[in-house]
């Protein structure tokens, strides 16, 4: 089993920068795919950043060269640095870690609130 706790989401005007934390415990995730997505009020939840164990990451259109994704091994934590902020960033960050094409392996954390208004 994988717990992961999301920290970090908070209220923030647009133009403003957040950092999400996302601190794994019960595994080590080097192996992980490692994701955050978001849930908007009404929407699905969305991909909004990855980063696959060697390094390679990826984005949603939407968020390319504000946010970005990173990961620190040593201490089972991944980041996601967000920039620029927009309203319609607002949203619940989650938090995933994963092992492709194994079902049992999809882990979730609680998710974290982010609101950007004015």
């Known amino acids: 089993q994988v717990r992961l706790v999301e920290s970090g989401g908070g209220l923030v005007q647009p133009g403003g920068s957040l950092r999400l934390s996302c601190a794994a415990s019960g595994r080590i995730v080097t192996t992980y795919v490692m994701g955050w997505y978001r849930q908007a009020p009404g929407k699905q939840r969305e991909l909004v950043a990855a980063?696959?164990?060697?390094?390679?990451?990826n984005y949603a259109d939407s968020v390319k060269g504000r946010f970005t994704i990173s990961r620190d091994n040593v201490k089972n934590t991944v980041y996601l640095q967000m920039n620029s902020l927009k309203p319609e960033d607002t949203a619940v960050y989650y938090c995933?870690?994963?092992?492709?094409?194994?079902?049992?392996?999809?882990?979730w954390g609680q998710g974290t609130q982010v609101t950007v208004s004015s």
């Open positions: 980063a696959i164990s060697d390094g390679t990451t």
């Open positions: 995933n870690a994963r092992i492709p094409r194994i079902a049992a392996e999809n882990y």
